[in-house]
């Protein structure tokens, strides 16, 4: 049986944590940024964690069991 491959937008997209959690960007700081209050794109801006119920689809696209 082959190996799995590890899915190329997903690794792009994800970085895993030293506890094994799974960092993201979150959306909404792409575009039309001049109608969002600038602490809501501050907090647009921060890197969040996968929520619990995406975790383990994200795992297996990054290959991780």
Request: charged share 35%; proline share 2%; net charge positive.
């Amino acid at each position: 049986m082959p190996k799995m491959k590890t899915h190329s937008g997903a690794k792009k997209r994800f970085k895993v944590t030293g506890s094994g959690k799974l960092k993201k960007q979150q959306a909404g700081m792409r575009h039309n940024l001049e109608g969002k209050s600038s602490r809501r794109t501050r907090r647009l801006n921060q890197d969040q964690i996968v929520s619990k119920a995406d975790t383990k689809g994200v795992n297996r696209l990054l290959g991780r069991g």
